[in-house]
Nanobody, 121 residues
Framework: QVHLVESGGGLVQAGGSLRLSCAAS????????MGWYRQAPGKQRELVAR???????NYADSVKGRFTISRDNAKNTVYLQMNSLKPEDTAVYYC???????????????WGQGTLVTVSS
């Protein structure tokens, strides 16, 4: 079993900042890519940012220059620093990880339960 636990969501005014955290625990041999997705009401889930185990990142165009993804491999944790937040950033943010459970068992794609980010205008 592998679990992802997110924290850091909440209510913030437009222009403000929030930092999301996601910690992985359980049967983990290593973690490949980790990322953040979001789903706004009535919309499909979309990629926000993703980071590989070596630190290579990619971002949705809508958040480039405002959001920064990082990770602490020793803590199996990924972060999302969100600055200059806009009302359109309002969504449930989900953590995602590609976890290698063991070389024998293989990999699992794991999702967190989601954390709500609300940006007021």
């Amino acid at each position: 079993q592998v679990h992802l636990v997110e924290s850091g969501g909440g209510l913030v005014q437009a222009g403000g900042s929030l930092r999301l955290s996601c910690a992985a625990s359980g049967s983990i041999f290593s973690i490949n890519a980790m990322g953040w997705y979001r789903q706004a009401p009535g919309k499909q889930r979309e990629l926000v940012a993703r980071i590989t185990s070596r630190g290579r990142t990619n971002y949705a165009d809508s958040v480039k220059g405002r959001f920064t993804i990082s990770r602490d491999n020793a803590k199996n944790t990924v972060y999302l620093q969100m600055n200059s937040l806009k009302p359109e950033d309002t969504a449930v943010y989900y953590c995602n990880a590609d976890v290698l459970v063991s070389p024998t068992f293989g990999s699992l794609e794991v999702w967190g339960q989601g954390t709500l980010v609300t940006v007021s205008s």
